[in-house]
């Protein structure tokens, strides 16, 4: 039998083996790279595994040599510890099979650094250019004319949208510190260097929304500064880009723009918040996505449409006694202009 210490060695080996198996569950929901859902992401995760699993069978026949040589020949009551020299068979095992695994495991990372980098081939279907900044993403659209906007092109912060099976360039650049694009599930990561081209490529397997974040530590709000993938079936995403294209050009639209500048004028930016914006109150609620909502007014005008937010705008007070929403004493157009622009905020 094993003696007390060596048991209690065994046991927390044992528990610490549980507890990195138990984990990797907990991992699986999680945009983590061995949840391969593309080419690139699955040729990495393929050499990953080679490369662990070889890992493990190193680790166990050194430190299975290691324990079974301190358990055999330790010094003990009636035997004494024995040491050995000169295994010249042994010496030359441990050099060259190392040597030969080094070897194998670059020539295969050559080979998969090749594919993974391989941003110019024939079968690029599209190309997007993604812009970091302290600390979100922003995604351009610039080389396909449904993508055309009023004024340029396609832009979207945060949501990249992609077709399913199609191979997307991704040009990145920076606008401030040095960031990194990474969506673990999807493909490889690549850091995006202000003055400095750099690009890699992504492909999605099946239709689905994959977490990514920069994987570069770029400030206070890098832990935030997420990449939320759209994988759009083929034939849904001309419909995704038709629909996008056109609420893009409705903030951009002159008839909105009145309204726009009207607001960013008044006191309604020292109250409510709209994100990207310079509105950064904390009084009234935040107007980001407006027209997504429900209700207004603490739930007294619904549903949110242009009547009831003309009545609102028009004079709160009215509507809600109480409020601290103030009578700004607008016009009957001013108020129209404002509303027009409100309704952009879905």
């Known amino acids: 039998m094993f003696s007390v210490r060596i048991r209690v060695a065994l046991g927390l080996i044992t528990a610490l083996l549980i507890a990195l198996v138990s984990s990797t569950y907990a991992l699986a929901d999680g945009p983590w790279p061995n949840d391969p859902q593309g080419p690139q992401a699955r040729s990495i995760a393929d050499l990953y595994w080679i490369m662990f699993v070889a890992a493990v069978v190193v680790l166990a026949i050194v430190d299975g040599g290691i324990i079974y040589a301190g358990i055999k020949f330790r010094e003990r009551p009636g035997h004494v510890a024995k040491q050995f020299h000169g295994q010249n068979f042994l010496e030359l095992t441990w050099t060259i099979i190392p040597t030969l695994m080094v070897v194998s495991f670059s020539v295969l990372s050559w080979q998969k650094l090749d594919f993974i980098n391989n941003t110019r081939s024939s079968d690029v279907g599209m190309v997007i250019q993604a812009e970091g900044s302290q600390w979100t993403w922003t995604f351009s659209y610039p080389q396909e004319e449904r993508f055309k906007l009023l004024k340029g092109y396609l832009q979207t912060g945060e949501e990249l949208h992609i077709p399913v099976g199609m191979k997307v360039r991704i040009e990145l650049s920076a606008k401030d510190v040095i960031h990194s694009f990474w969506v673990p599930s999807i493909g490889g990561k690549?850091?995006?260097?202000?003055?400095?081209?750099?690009?890699?490529?992504?492909?999605?397997?099946?239709?689905?929304?994959?977490?990514?974040?920069?994987?570069?530590?770029?400030?206070?709000?890098?832990?935030?500064?997420?990449?939320?993938?759209?994988?759009?079936?083929?034939?849904?995403?001309?419909?995704?880009?038709?629909?996008?294209?056109?609420?893009?050009?409705?903030?951009?639209?002159?008839?909105?723009?009145?309204?726009?500048?009207?607001?960013?004028?008044?006191?309604?930016?020292?109250?409510?918040?709209?994100?990207?914006?310079?509105?950064?109150?904390?009084?009234?609620?935040?107007?980001?996505?407006?027209?997504?909502?429900?209700?207004?007014?603490?739930?007294?005008?619904?549903?949110?449409?242009?009547?009831?937010?003309?009545?609102?705008?028009?004079?709160?007070?009215?509507?809600?006694?109480?409020?601290?929403?103030?009578?700004?004493?607008?016009?009957?157009?001013?108020?129209?202009?404002?509303v027009l622009f409100l309704q952009t905020l879905k």
């Open 190 to 338: 690549k850091d995006a260097v202000p003055g400095r081209a750099t690009e890699l490529w992504i492909q999605a397997d099946k239709p689905g929304t994959y977490k990514g974040q920069c994987f570069e530590f770029c400030g206070d709000g890098h832990a935030d500064m997420l990449i939320t993938l759209v994988a759009h079936p083929q034939n849904e995403y001309a419909a995704w880009a038709q629909q996008a294209v056109k609420d893009a050009n409705v903030f951009l639209d002159p008839l909105t723009t009145v309204g726009r500048e009207l607001f960013f004028s008044l006191a309604c930016v020292g109250c409510h918040t709209i994100d990207k914006t310079t509105a950064r109150g904390k009084v009234g609620p935040n107007l980001t996505h407006l027209m997504s909502k429900k209700s207004i007014a603490g739930g007294v005008l619904s549903p949110v449409n242009e009547e009831n937010l003309t009545r609102w705008v028009s004079n709160p007070p009215a509507v809600k006694p109480g409020t601290l929403m103030p009578n700004l004493g607008l016009s009957q157009q001013q108020v129209h202009d404002i």
